[in-house]
């Protein structure tokens, strides 16, 4: 392991630098140790490494070829496909087959290359905060101002470790904890909810020293705005609380959640959507431009469809084209848009096809634009779903009524006396409708700890067989009607029981 994330780093991190367009004349005080590496051996070269941190971890979540997004909308039943592309047909076909973990699997690369990405971004951020902790310092040179960014550097990287780690801990079963104290050569995996507790651990840091400081991050660092410290402070809250609720591989598990916890990290959370603005020329959205942007490559499935009109077919069966829907949501005719004609191979499964499109986001490759990463809204049906589970039902209905549900929807809102499972379903069905690709693999997430993807879809991925064959361990794997256990392969399932 030492050797793979070694190599990782040293080969990467010069090409991170040289995509950072922000540059400050800077100066060292103190380097104990100025040969720990020879590409941070200045203040400069950090603070450029620390730039291009956000950057390099959204491009690798966001790159299709990249990452295992694109099959886990599919294997969600959020988006559908029948193309080879990422896996999304391997993944998604009917019924569930067990995931190919191995050398030769020709999509391989979706779930290696992420696992191999995030700890490339994951030791860009460690090896800055070791030199940062060996004493450098990093400041305006003539401004009386020598360290005055170093916390800001500091808090970032350790928000960057937080956002890779916990990624690394929702997409697989076990993963390596690598923090700036670890020997890479004498770590072991650990089970996800361990990672995921690390990313809390690194979050929390980010906080402290956020909290403790004063800064503003440039504009280029996360494209398009500057954050001050205290709105930095506000998204590692928000993403301690999606990684909280988003943990859980089955509904067990999700009723288990720390749901007071989750509350509280959400009242400290964002009070704006987090969007990106994405140029196109260096920040670029790869896996929307091959998803939904593209009217041939992925569709909106026929159960999203359905929960808006119940009389639409929730699993087509035939090519025929079912018509246009019909709903009371306003979202139906904003966000969705019907074709009559469907580009998927009918030797691969009906059950593919597709005749809508989601055209809510403007953002195209002709056309530079905003692109969501994590709506206020999604934080704010997060609260709801706390209040629900700890009891508090009115506090759970006043938010579901405040939110998209009506405001976009327009939706009637849920009356005064709404069940627990009245506002459940309600939640849910905003989180369906409304976070269409903002956040990665939040439809996944939702599904797998509600025991709703297919019988025999993977819950997590295992660790990839090349990184396994490295390490002398075993090859393992998860999916498969017939390895369904409701532990890392699913046993539920969201068919209508009385329907298939």
């Known amino acids: 392991m030492k050797k793979i994330l070694k190599i990782s780093i040293l080969l990467l991190i010069p090409v991170s630098i ?16 100025p040969d720990i590496y020879d590409v941070l051996g200045s203040p400069e070269a950090v603070y450029q490494l620390a730039a291009s941190l956000f950057y390099n971890w959204y491009i690798d979540v966001q790159t299709h070829s990249w990452s295992p997004l694109m099959s886990m909308m599919t294997m969600a039943d959020q988006g559908t496909s029948s193309w080879l592309n990422s896996g999304m047909y391997d993944l998604s076909s009917e019924p569930r087959q067990a995931f190919d973990n191995t050398e030769t699997y020709r999509y391989a690369h979706i779930f290696e290359h992420y696992w191999a990405h995030m700890y490339r971004v994951l030791n860009q951020a460690n090896d800055i905060l070791r030199v940062l902790h060996n004493g450098m310092e990093i400041g305006d040179i003539g401004e009386n101002g020598q360290g005055k960014d170093t916390k800001m550097v500091e808090a970032f990287s350790y928000f ?97 959640t720390d749901w007071s916890l989750v509350l509280d990290y959400a009242n400290h959370g964002i009070t704006q959507d987090f969007e990106i603005f994405l140029d196109n020329v260096r920040w670029k959205n790869w896996v929307f431009h091959y998803t939904y942007e593209r009217d041939d490559w992925v569709r909106v499935d026929a159960r999203i469809i359905h929960m808006m009109d119940t009389s639409y077919p929730w699993h087509l069966d035939s090519p025929n084209d079912p018509g246009v829907a019909h709903s009371i949501d306003a979202r139906l005719g904003t966000d969705f848009v019907h074709v009559n004609t469907c580009p998927f191979k009918p030797e691969r499964g009906y059950y593919h096809y597709s005749f809508y499109l989601y055209k809510r986001i403007p953002y195209t490759f002709s056309n530079a634009d905003w692109f969501p990463e994590f709506y206020v809204n999604e934080l704010n049906l997060i609260k709801a779903e706390a209040y629900v589970h700890l009891g508090d039902l009115q506090s759970a209905i006043n938010i579901v009524n405040q939110s998209s549900r009506v405001t976009r929807g327009h939706l009637p809102p849920l009356p005064s006396d709404a069940t627990a499972d009245q506002i459940l379903k309600a939640i849910f069905y905003e989180r369906d409708i409304e976070l269409f690709v903002a956040g990665f693999g939040t439809d996944f997430f ?55």
């Open 18 to 33: 040289l995509f950072s367009s922000c540059f400050k004349q800077l100066e060292v005080k103190n380097l104990n140790e």
């Open 160 to 256: 960057i470790q937080g956002l890779s780690l916990g990624y690394l801990g929702l997409v697989y079963d076990k993963a390596f904890v690598i923090t700036e104290y670890t020997d890479p050569g004498t770590a072991k995996p650990l089970p996800y909810t361990q990672v995921i507790d690390s990313a809390l651990v690194s979050l929390n840091k980010c906080i402290e020293i956020a909290s403790q400081s004063s800064f503003t991050i440039p504009d280029d660092w996360i494209n398009g705005k500057t954050y001050t410290n205290n709105d930095l402070v506000k998204l590692a809250y928000s993403y301690m609380a999606r990684f909280l609720v988003y943990e859980p591989r089955n509904a067990q598990q999700n009723e288990q």
């Open 446 to 500: 939702d599904m797998r700890r509600r025991d709703m993807l297919q019988k025999g879809t993977l819950l997590n991925f295992p660790i990839p067989a090349r990184e396994l064959d490295i390490m002398g361990m075993p090859l393992y794997t998860f999916g498969g009607v017939e390895n369904a256990d409701g532990i890392n392969t699913s046993n539920g399932g969201w068919f209508p029981s009385n329907s298939k």
